[in-house]
């Protein structure tokens, strides 16, 4: 008997485009948000030597966080220039005098084919960047025009309060 609860019945692995992107403890996800960059993160090794064994052992060193890109098609949502906006301002070219907006928890969920979160993400302590406010504009192109940020966080975890639904 599996210690963690598991979905036996699922074969099918969930698609990677059924998601939705949250800011914060906001309760509506962000808007028309099309693509996320995987979260990854990866450990130093420490490598070392004891007196009398003739191998060389490794040791858990620093974890590193790779940064996370957001990226979605330009709306009239002002999300991503308010938060791009508190790391720099153009009129004084540094952070905002209040910081409180510059760092924020993401939430992350992976969704099944009926729009049911089955996998959760936090994401910690997330900051912009990078903006890009447009793509390149191109009267010749049939394209939707795109912004995306850059996310630095300091780490990620999974969203234990999302249970997997059964399936009937």
Sequence with gaps: MPIFPVNTARYDPYKSYRFLVYFG?????????????????????????????????KGLGRTKYDPITLERGVTQDQDFITWADAAQKLDSGHPTTS????????????????????????????WVSEFQALPDLDAGANAIALEHIKLENEGWEVDATIVEPKET
């Design 25 to 57: 403890t906001s309760t509506t996800p962000v808007a028309a948000m099309s693509k996320v960059t995987a979260l990854k993160r990866s450990s130093d090794v420490i490598e070392y030597k004891e007196g009398g064994y003739n191998i060389i052992l």
């Design 99 to 126: 910081l409180a907006n510059l760092r924020r928890e993401i939430r992350l969920q992976l969704l099944n084919e009926e729009g049911q979160p089955v996998h959760g993400y936090i994401i910690h302590r997330c």
